[in-house]
């Protein structure tokens, strides 16, 4: 089958198997990311997250990533929830947090992608990620049409804002690839003025080791005292420059069960929060993206928030 013919298959199977939206780039170099991310990593941007400045080629490449790959596939998944937690005055997790871990869900998903693809084109050969690879996600994102990179960093939509995961496949079977669609962030600056750590150092630029995101998933040591006060309570990641983002109001709440809250984790109150146990975090948290930070660094966040 033609290029055409097997990219209107793929975007079919993305569809049925849930998936926001499709689309589609050429695996080459991004020769216009390569001066970008250098200076972003020479700026220390990065903060202490060393893998970063790790396998430079490959995050500019994906040829070399997976050999032989001739197509990116990039793929969205909504999260939006249909709740937030009850009291306003607990620590708040970050919405991508609130059900199960995404890695999981959506890597099972690419998996069962993968074999669709190749029960209906043939022989495909390739890899799926979902946010655990050397792999500027954003940029082929963008570049298959599927948004643009705002001026707070972040992939957003027309159709949906930007409350989703991107996921990838990078395979070897030629397909035809779709157009980068232009940026609406015109004159808005919401985003940049909300941040209370001033991250962004200008528009479409983040310092990420300001971000509270870093401060509080990222950073193994002690959160400086110099951000105390600034967190807005915030005890794992960050959703204000999404919440301020006028795309935002068009995001609709997801249909994944897995991603359901528990609704324990919801009622949580702020004492409940402050007085957690490992036992309870063990039992709330066993599935989640939240185990990152361990129950140490939870209770570090959380005791930050106190000061």
């Not at 084109?121 to 792999?135: E, N």
Request: hydrophobic share 40%; aromatic share 12%.
């Amino acid at each position: 089958m033609s290029s055409d013919a097997n990219a209107v298959i793929i975007k079919e199977i993305a569809q049925r198997l849930g998936f926001m939206a499709c689309g589609i780039s050429k695996a080459d170099f991004l020769e216009d990311e390569a001066p970008r991310l250098e200076a972003w990593l020479t700026q220390n941007y990065h903060g202490k997250m060393g893998y970063m400045a790790r396998n430079f080629d490959k995050r500019l490449d994906p040829r070399k990533l997976v050999p032989g790959a001739k197509s990116v596939v990039s793929l969205l998944y909504n999260y939006f929830p249909s709740e937030t937690q009850e009291d306003s005055t607990a620590p708040k997790l970050a919405r991508y947090a609130y059900g199960k871990d995404y890695h999981r869900v959506i890597k099972d998903k690419l998996f069962t992608f993968m074999h669709e693809i190749q029960s209906h084109i043939g022989a495909v050969d390739g890899r799926v990620f979902v946010d655990s690879a050397p792999i500027l996600e954003k940029t082929w994102a963008a570049k298959s049409g599927l948004g643009w990179v705002g001026k707070n960093t972040n992939l957003i939509r027309k159709q949906n804002g930007s409350y989703f995961f991107i996921a990838e496949l990078i395979i070897d079977l030629e397909l035809t690839p779709d157009s980068a669609v232009t940026d609406h962030c015109g004159s808005c600056t919401a985003c940049l003025d909300a941040c209370p750590t001033n991250a962004f150092v200008a528009p479409y630029q983040l310092d990420a080791s300001k971000c509270i995101s870093y401060f509080t998933i990222e950073l193994k040591d002690a959160i400086p005292n110099e951000v105390k006060g600034q967190f807005e309570n915030w005890a794992f990641g960050c959703d204000i420059c999404q919440e301020v983002c006028p795309w935002n109001r068009f995001s609709t709440p997801h249909s994944e069960a897995d991603f359901v809250p528990n609704s324990e984790l919801m009622q949580l109150s702020k004492a409940d929060w402050e007085e957690i146990t490992e036992e309870v975090f063990n039992k709330l948290f066993e599935v989640s993206a939240v185990k990152r930070t361990g129950f140490n660094g939870l209770k570090r966040n959380i005791e930050f928030l106190k000061q």
